[in-house]
């Protein structure tokens, strides 16, 4: 840690006392004639050039192509960027490090990292998603055909593999948790394609939230990144990655120095699963919820403004098997705090099937403690847990309570499963869905909660169906719409 003034701000006006004294002793002519004018010796001020020697060699570039069909609905911006709440401020400046793509043969640059000798490489998802191929350049300039060992759309990682036919450098995961705000830390990638690009900077945030995945807790730095570093390792001063380079806020498609990384407290235990099983299993609770603001915590009798509130148990899901119950709300997960539904999300997602967990509630005025045995979870069950987000064709979805039926007028008589948000530009926003309406049926299957919604769609994908229909009331008029599928 640097003190006070720095030998390099001291400079200036060191320069100024020798100038000063040649001029004293007789006329600063007659000092130039000895020779030309030095500082005194001052010490190197420390820098990061011993760092990057060490992990260099084991940062990569990755270029990928892809033939990219653009249908006449997209906007190129809504295919790079991530999904924005609709209060997001500057809904433009956010965006991935890849520019549009247009229709046609595209090729794409990106960063990744050597985690082991025999050839296996972190990336960013997006940097591969819809690759036919995928070449490796190491740092002394070879390339090498990569194949892809694992991904995780919901962290946006990868996994991949090449053969090199030696053993390579590689580095190793640190803890991001230990990174305090205000630590340096080093990013290393390929930039424009510019390969080898070192950037300095500190720690800004942590925990940030940019409606990129289901499971975001991203880290915030200023070291600049820009298009190509996605992928890329975010060193501590030990050397360790403590971070995926992964995406960017700025109005200009450069650095502003507002960047986001995944931690490595998540993408380690993601790589490790993608490497041993080729993909991610996450943990199972089996329960719809909503935050808890200050109202409903005087409404539920919590002395405190904090947890989130039970709405729904499914049947027989690790929720109901344990006793928790509509109404309820979770405080505490296995002793940590949980404040929103992301907290909770994150936290069942990283338990392993079968672990048992000590979950905290608020019931009836008292706190209790549930030992539940967590699940594992499908594609269904973790819009469920998630509150109903993460469906591919972009709508959140409720169950039809007692609260929903309140906030959109329905009857008690109607039935179904009740569109609480849609995502502009997503196939149900092109399909003419709409918060407030009601889905009846999906296909000639009859609906009444979020995770039969979610698994009749899964279903139709499957079956390579090019769309499904829906059966939808709005405003007490029941009409069918065409919901084209993802996978199509």
């Given at each position: 840690m640097i003190h006070g003034h720095s030998p390099r701000s001291r400079r200036p006006f060191r320069l100024a006392a020798v100038l000063l004294a040649g001029t004293l002793l007789g006329g600063g002519a007659a000092a130039a004639a000895d020779g030309p004018l030095q500082l005194p010796a001052v010490a190197p001020q420390a820098g990061f050039a011993p760092l990057v020697r060490t992990v260099k060699p084991a940062v990569v570039n990755i270029a990928t192509s892809e033939i990219h069909h653009q249908t006449g609905s997209e906007q190129p911006e809504q295919q790079a960027q991530p999904q924005l709440p609709p209060d997001f401020p500057f809904p433009d400046m956010f965006r991935h490090f890849f520019q549009h793509r247009d229709a046609g043969p595209e090729h794409a640059l990106g960063s990744g990292f050597i985690i082991d000798p025999a050839g296996y490489i972190v990336t960013n998802n997006h940097v591969i998603d819809g690759a036919t191929k995928i070449t490796v350049t190491l740092e002394d300039g070879s390339n090498y055909k990569a194949t892809v060992i694992g991904r995780d759309a919901k962290t946006d990682l990868a996994l991949l593999k090449i053969s090199a036919g030696k053993p390579l450098p590689y580095v190793s995961f640190g803890s991001s948790a230990k990174e305090e705000v205000g630590d340096w830390v080093v990013a290393v990638g390929n930039p424009f394609g510019l390969g080898g690009t070192v950037t300095a900077g500190i720690v800004s945030a942590h925990g940030r939230d940019i409606n990129a995945g289901p499971y975001d807790d991203f880290l915030q730095i200023d070291a600049p990144i820009n298009p190509g570093n996605s992928g890329g390792p975010l060193f501590n001063q030990a050397g360790q990655v403590i971070g995926i380079d992964s995406?960017?806020?700025?109005?200009?498609?450069?650095?502003?120095?507002?960047?986001?990384?995944?931690?490595?407290?998540?993408?380690?235990?993601?790589?490790?699963?993608?490497?041993?099983?080729?993909?991610?299993?996450?943990?199972?609770?089996?329960?719809?919820?909503?935050?808890?603001?200050?109202?409903?915590?005087?409404?539920?009798?919590?002395?405190?403004?904090?947890?989130?509130?039970?709405?729904?148990?499914?049947?027989?899901?690790?929720?109901?098997?344990?006793?928790?119950?509509?109404?309820?709300?979770?405080?505490?997960?296995?002793?940590?705090?949980?404040?929103?539904?992301?907290?909770?999300?994150?936290?069942?997602?990283?338990?392993?099937?079968?672990?048992?967990?000590?979950?905290?509630?608020?019931?009836?005025?008292?706190?209790?403690?549930?030992?539940?045995?967590?699940?594992?979870?499908?594609?269904?069950?973790?819009?469920?847990?998630?509150?109903?987000?993460?469906?591919?064709?972009?709508?959140?979805?409720?169950?039809?309570?007692?609260?929903?039926?309140?906030?959109?007028?329905?009857?008690?008589?109607?039935?179904?499963?009740?569109?609480?948000?849609?995502?502009?530009?997503?196939?149900?926003?092109?399909?003419?869905?709409?918060?407030?309406?009601?889905?009846?049926?999906?296909?000639?299957?009859?609906?009444?909660?979020?995770?039969?919604?979610?698994?009749?769609?899964?279903?139709?994908?499957?079956?390579?169906?090019?769309?499904?229909?829906?059966?939808?009331?709005?405003?007490?008029?029941?009409?069918?719409?065409?919901?084209?599928?993802?996978?199509?």
């Open positions: 995406a960017i806020y700025t109005p200009n498609g450069g650095s502003v120095g507002i960047g986001f990384a995944i931690p490595s407290d998540i993408a380690g235990p993601v790589i490790a699963q993608l490497k041993d099983h080729g993909k991610v299993e996450r943990g199972w609770l089996g329960i719809q919820m909503q935050p808890v603001n200050e109202t409903m915590a005087k409404a539920v009798g919590l002395p405190r403004t904090e947890g989130v509130l039970v709405d729904q148990v499914l049947p027989e899901s690790p929720a109901a098997q344990a006793r928790l119950q509509q109404g309820d709300v979770i405080t505490r997960f296995n002793g940590a705090a949980i404040t929103t539904p992301r907290d909770l999300a994150l936290a069942v997602a990283g338990t392993h099937a079968g672990q048992h967990a000590q979950v905290g509630i608020w019931r009836g005025g008292h706190d209790m403690t549930l030992d539940v045995a967590i699940g594992a979870q499908s594609k269904a069950e973790a819009a469920m847990d998630q509150g109903g987000h993460g469906s591919s064709v972009g709508m959140t979805l409720a169950p039809l309570n007692d609260q929903a039926r309140t906030q959109y007028g329905l009857a008690s008589s109607v039935r179904g499963v009740v569109v609480t948000d849609v995502t502009s530009g997503s196939r149900a926003d092109e399909s003419g869905i709409q918060p407030g309406d009601v889905l009846v049926r999906v296909g000639t299957t009859p609906v009444t909660s979020p995770r039969q919604v979610a698994e009749a769609i899964h279903a139709a994908e499957r079956a390579k169906k090019e769309a499904v229909p829906l059966l939808v009331m709005r405003n007490g008029t029941t009409y069918y719409v065409a919901l084209q599928l993802a996978a199509n």
